[in-house]
């Protein structure tokens, strides 16, 4: 199956460079990946789609305000970092600009110098390896430094950084949200429970790898990014007791899916755990633990879109796409969201 595939014509005013004020306002376009059906709904209405017996999964990973700006010492030109994998004994993994410019030995200061670093590598792909100097607490110090490293299809800056932040995050750690929870809200989520559906959660940080682009013609050659998940024993508990009941497993994210999928066993029964997966999956997958999806419009040849066409097949995700631009949806971060089920 090629890269090809998956592509699609998207006018650039229909990505969204901005939330809507309310969080749930949001358009939810609805695919019943047995027939292809397509219908339209606001993301208010998704208690509606759900069912007292079903498991709804949310990633509560916390984006960090991982973007820092500062300058090269002494008396050298700005410098941008973003973090990407924090690496132990105050190193971290950065993407770095202009990245010609800062080699190994480099010194960098952030916020008046409150934030110092060295650049000790080049890694393969581009990115550094930095070590920090500080005093106090690294994530205090990001909470007052650091912005919100917002995908590089988004041009507007953010006025509320929490827009970007799902109202049930909790456990510091990705570079980019998990999206297809931003359109929740507490009380959203409060009648969805109330409706008889148990609300649990994974943790999966999300890297930026997740906006790399699939640059082989034949997607199965794609190298797919390692990313840090925990299921808690409360979830993978609820999940099989869902599962042996008859209810469904609803996925609110790609993050929520792959790392369900990614531990698993083959009968889809789950057990407590922590660690990194780099699962990929495509069209010709088999799912063993989740049964509907919520998901954002994702990026013309992505491995999102491979993933959501694993699901509900190829031509009705294309078609989808199809009527989704033909009725203006908003896509990416910030954009609609659609319930496969």
Same mark, same amino acid.
């Given at each position: 199956?090629?890269?090809?595939?998956?592509?699609?014509?998207?006018?650039?005013?229909?990505?969204?460079?901005?939330?809507?004020?309310?969080?749930?306002?949001?358009?939810?376009?609805?695919?019943?990946?047995?027939?292809?059906?397509?219908?339209?709904?606001?993301?208010?209405?998704?208690?509606?789609?759900?069912?007292?017996?079903?498991?709804?999964?949310?990633?509560?990973? +916390?984006?960090?305000?991982?973007?820092?700006?500062?300058?090269?010492?002494?008396?050298?030109? #700005?410098?941008?970092?973003?973090?990407?994998?924090?690496?132990?004994?105050?190193?971290?993994?950065?993407?770095?600009?202009?990245?010609?410019?800062?080699?190994?030995?480099?010194?960098?200061?952030?916020?008046?110098?409150?934030?110092?670093?060295?650049?000790?590598?080049?890694?393969?792909?581009?990115?550094?390896?930095?070590?920090?100097?500080?005093?106090?607490?690294?994530?205090?110090?990001?909470?007052?430094?650091?912005?919100?490293?917002?995908?590089?299809?988004?041009?507007?800056?953010?006025?509320?950084?929490?827009?970007?932040?799902?109202?049930?995050?909790?456990?510091?750690?990705?570079?980019?949200?998990?999206? #297809?929870?931003?359109?929740?809200?507490?009380?959203?989520?409060?009648?969805?429970?109330?409706?008889?559906?148990?609300?649990?959660?994974?943790?999966?940080?999300?890297?930026?790898?997740?906006?790399?682009?699939?640059?082989?013609?034949?997607?199965?050659?794609?190298?797919?990014?390692?990313?840090?998940?925990?299921?808690?024993?409360?979830?993978?508990?609820?999940?099989?007791?869902?599962?042996?009941?008859?209810?469904?497993?609803?996925?609110?994210?790609?993050?929520?899916? +792959?790392?369900?999928?990614?531990?698993?066993?083959?009968?889809?029964?789950?057990?407590?755990?922590?660690?990194?997966?780099?699962?990929?999956?495509?069209?010709?997958?088999?799912?063993?633990?989740?049964?509907?999806?919520?998901?954002?419009?994702?990026?013309?040849?992505?491995?999102?879109?491979?993933?959501?066409?694993?699901?509900?097949?190829?031509?009705?995700?294309?078609?989808?796409?199809?009527? #989704?631009?033909?009725?203006?949806?908003?896509?990416?971060?910030?954009?609609?969201?659609?319930?496969?089920?």
């Amino acid at each position: 199956m090629k890269t090809s595939d998956f592509y699609f014509e998207l006018p650039p005013e229909l990505i969204a460079q901005t939330p809507l004020p309310r969080r749930d306002a949001s358009r939810l376009l609805t695919l019943d990946r047995r027939t292809g059906a397509v219908a339209h709904r606001h993301f208010y209405e998704l208690p509606s789609l759900l069912r007292p017996g079903d498991c709804l999964v949310l990633n509560d990973s +916390r984006v960090l305000p991982a973007r820092l700006l500062g300058r090269r010492e002494p008396g050298g030109g #700005a410098v941008e970092l973003v973090l990407l994998r924090d690496r132990g004994d105050k190193q971290w993994e950065c993407l770095v600009r202009p990245g010609r410019k800062v080699r190994p030995g480099a010194r960098l200061s952030f916020g008046g110098g409150a934030l110092q670093a060295q650049v000790l590598e080049v890694r393969e792909g581009g990115s550094r390896l930095i070590r920090f100097e500080y005093e106090g607490i690294f994530l205090e110090l990001l909470e007052r430094l650091g912005k919100m490293p917002l995908p590089p299809y988004i041009r507007e800056e953010l006025e509320d950084g929490e827009r970007y932040q799902t109202v049930y995050s909790r456990e510091p750690g990705s570079a980019a949200a998990p999206t #297809a929870g931003l359109h929740f809200t507490p009380e959203l989520l409060e009648q969805i429970r109330a409706m008889g559906v148990q609300v649990h959660f994974i943790t999966l940080h999300v890297g930026l790898g997740t906006f790399r682009p699939v640059k082989a013609e034949d997607i199965t050659d794609h190298e797919m990014h390692s990313e840090f998940c925990t299921i808690p024993a409360e979830t993978a508990e609820a999940i099989n007791r869902t599962r042996q009941a008859g209810g469904r497993v609803v996925c609110v994210g790609t993050t929520s899916c +792959r790392t369900l999928e990614a531990w698993a066993s083959e009968d889809g029964t789950l057990k407590p755990c922590s660690g990194w997966t780099d699962i990929f999956i495509y069209p010709g997958y088999r799912f063993k633990a989740t049964d509907c999806l919520i998901t954002n419009f994702h990026l013309p040849e992505s491995t999102l879109i491979m993933l959501v066409s694993a699901l509900a097949g190829r031509e009705q995700v294309l078609n989808a796409y199809r009527i #989704a631009i033909q009725e203006k949806y908003r896509f990416f971060s910030f954009g609609d969201a659609m319930f496969i089920g």
